[in-house]
């Protein structure tokens, strides 16, 4: 791609920005505003409207009062609505992948996968709308019990700013889907997306109180949701104590919760590993948005044998890497979102390096300045820091072990358990540690776990709840049994 033809994307991304927030189908102003920052220049990008509590309790009211038609259209009809909203996401795609690049920093190319991978979750709930079907069960005592699968009701997301597109669509595709209404927190660092994809929802058919996108205090909108008795489902994608806040905000009003959070993901490379795949699915998982996933390899764990055939691709790969501004044609690592993010980073290669470490490649900030980071490998030191703290960076640090055993015990080590990847040409062992090693989602001979058809979520500290597929499905329906009395 040509600097013209990116910086012409760039303007595009630029239109879509919406200073106000959408309520029912209104576009809203609020008590003062939030600032939104473009990473990558460290600018001023605009801003977004501080609701008041009561603007977004009118956010409530209006989802509960369309939760009563929406829930109630045949399944075609929503099928249909999904299908109409990816084909504007389709037709927008490339402002919005710039919209992304603008406010997250992620390089153009690889903000365009995300607006894909977000479009593949509307997709493939559309094709799914038609198939909620329940059961029919015998009873001992003769009876026949049907079940029925109905949409919770009103459903709060609260998402994060890593992936400004994929976030809102894995959760709000399935909530329409199901038959719910959704009322939007995003993160404040990315509201934009955001607004966006909600007005092309919107226009696709959506009636408009069934998505509000709700801007501005975290701690006012997250009471306002948690709170409200209307909301009968919170799904939230972030950090584990926030999420630990939230559950417990929510559970005088019992709402059912999907909980997406923290992760301090392993990555095995066994002694039989073909290496090239490994180091391919290492660079993969890791170094996706600057690695700042939650379920990037936090930490690498290789055999003794192949330890340092593994380290010398590594490095060399990783060295490779083009870090640069979002619309800089060929970049493939942007910026860090914030200057907290680049300390935590800096922090855990101090560390490491204080702990024996050695610096393989990177291990500074970069000259261009701002939030870059140069992408890093690291060799040694303690891993203990990487079981319990995400590093959320650039940085891939590398430790040795000897056993199957001990590799997946220090895998299991950690309090989180949302991703996991294993390198390895034996199935059996394979198969030994996908079911040994604990984590939600795992990866075997891959870096990347992320598809709309798989059920993506944690467990241990890393959550509940599952998103995508029909697992992710059955989060946003209760199920209804009905007993046949058959005399
Ligand atoms: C996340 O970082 O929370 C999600 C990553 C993904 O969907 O691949």
Not at 408 to 425: D, K
Request: charged share 20%; aromatic share 8%; net charge negative.
């Amino acid at each position: 791609m040509t600097e013209a033809s990116l910086a012409a994307h760039a303007a595009a991304g630029r239109a879509l920005i919406r200073d106000k927030a959408l309520v029912a189908g209104h576009w809203v102003a609020g008590d003062g505003a939030v600032e939104v920052d473009d990473p990558a220049e460290r600018t001023r990008l605009g801003s977004v409207p501080r609701l008041s509590a009561a603007q977004v309790e009118e956010a409530v009211a209006q989802a509960a009062a369309a939760f009563a038609d929406w829930s109630r259209r045949k399944p075609v009809e929503r099928g249909r609505f999904l299908s109409a909203w990816a084909d504007r996401v389709d037709a927008a795609e490339q402002a919005l992948a710039a919209l992304i690049s603008l406010e997250n920093g992620k390089p153009y190319a690889e903000a365009l996968g995300e607006v894909r991978y977000a479009n593949s979750f509307i997709r493939w709930f559309a094709g799914q709308a038609e198939r909620m079907d329940g059961e029919v069960i015998a009873t001992s005592a003769g009876d026949t019990v049907l079940t029925f699968k109905e949409p919770v009701g009103p459903v709060a997301a609260i998402t994060p700013w890593n992936f400004p597109a994929a976030m809102i669509t894995r959760k709000a595709a399935a909530a329409f889907c199901a038959g719910c209404t959704v009322v939007l927190k995003p993160a404040s660092a990315t509201p934009f997306t955001a607004l966006a994809l909600a007005e092309l929802a919107l226009e696709a058919g959506l009636p408009p109180g069934a998505f509000s996108v709700v801007t501005g205090d975290q701690a006012v909108i997250g009471g306002v949701l948690t709170g409200s008795p209307l909301i009968r489902k919170l799904s939230f994608t972030g950090s584990t104590p926030v999420g630990r806040l939230l559950a417990a905000q929510c559970a005088p009003t019992l709402k059912k919760l999907s909980m997406e959070l923290g992760g301090a993901a392993p990555l095995i490379v066994f002694e039989d590993a073909d290496l090239d795949v490994a180091v391919e699915g290492t660079i993969k998982g890791k170094f996706r948005n600057a690695g700042q996933t939650c379920v990037c390899p936090n930490r690498i764990y290789v055999h003794a044998r192949v330890r340092e055939a593994y380290l010398d691709r590594l490095a060399a790969a990783v060295a490779a890497l083009k870090v640069g501004k979002p619309f800089e044609a060929g970049a493939q690592i942007g910026p860090l979102i914030d200057d907290k993010g680049l300390a935590k980073v800096e922090d855990h290669v101090a560390r490491t390096v204080a702990a024996g470490g050695r610096v393989l490649t990177g291990g500074a900030r970069h000259a261009l300045g701002g939030g870059f980071y140069q992408p890093t490998v690291l060799d040694g030191g303690d891993d203990e820091m990487f079981l319990h703290e995400e590093t959320f960076g650039p940085v891939a640090p590398v430790f040795a072990f000897d056993s199957d055993d001990e590799a997946i015990a220090r895998a299991n080590a950690s309090e989180f358990g949302l991703a996991a990847f294993v390198f390895t040409r034996d199935l059996d062992r394979a198969m030994r540690a996908a079911r040994a090693v604990e984590a939600g989602v795992l990866g075997v001979n891959s870096g990347l776990v992320s598809n709309a058809a798989n059920p993506f979520g944690g467990v241990k500290q890393s959550g509940y709840g599952r998103e995508g597929s029909v697992y992710g499905l059955d989060d946003y329906v209760q199920v209804k049994s009905v007993t046949l009395a058959l005399r």
